[in-house]
């Protein structure tokens, strides 16, 4: 998704299919770049968190809804200028 906002979905590094490059566009416009490194940061820490759960079925359950909720986040920008205001 970062990939796809940072170069479009014609970037010679995407190796998808057309259908599968359409879905990633469509996804990242839900997400900025700072939710995407955010996330991407989270996943690194999250496969210690699979890795040393007692149940990695439940511990993969609650990081997918982390990454699911994610974009319903204000960006620090609009909860700086709403503080402003």
Known sequence: ILLVQLSGKASPLLQLSLKEKELYEEAARHYSQEQCLDLIDYLLKAT????????????????????????????????VQRLCE
């Open 48 to 79: 210690q968190t699979i890795r040393f759960a007692h149940s990695g079925t439940m511990a993969l359950e609650a990081i997918l809804l982390h990454i699911m909720r994610i974009h319903f986040r204000l960006p620090i920008e609009a909860l």
